[in-house]
């Protein structure tokens, strides 16, 4: 199982930034998905989780509103857009997977989740 996160890059504060995450070597529609971030110094975090069908999606208090996670089960592909950016939004973003063949939620705490992506930078500068 590979994720592939990109996307990231430098953007000034209100900017917008597109991450995508490619996932190969699993059945997609099978997992529950989610991002998380970890700025310097400090703990990985949830950002959001979506359904394996993508019905159901959580946000965190701190992004709702300003990020959208999205999927294409037929790319085997999750995105996620992120708009109003906050100098706060810094870190370095991961995305994950945890199957769930009967499940139709989705999953906010990390431990849940068994594949992780490599991660992808985003800087927001003010």
């Known amino acids: 199982v590979q994720l592939q996160a990109f996307g990231g890059g430098l953007v000034q504060t209100g900017g917008s930034l597109r991450l995508s995450c490619a996932a190969s070597g699993l059945t997609f529609d099978r997992y529950v998905m989610g991002w998380f971030r970890q700025a310097p110094g400090k703990e990985r975090e949830f950002v959001v989780s979506i359904s394996k069908t993508g019905v159901t999606t959580s946000y965190a208090d701190s992004v709702k509103g300003r990020f959208t996670i999205s999927r294409d089960n037929a790319r085997n592909t999750v995105y996620l857009q992120m708009n109003s950016l906050k100098p706060e939004d810094t870190a370095v973003y991961y995305c994950?997977?945890?199957?769930?063949?009967?499940?139709?939620?989705?999953?906010?705490?990390?431990?849940?989740?068994?594949?992780w992506g490599q991660g992808t930078q985003v800087t927001v500068s003010s």
């Open positions: 994950a997977a945890k199957e769930a063949r009967f499940y139709s939620g989705t999953y906010v705490d990390e431990r849940h989740y068994t594949y």
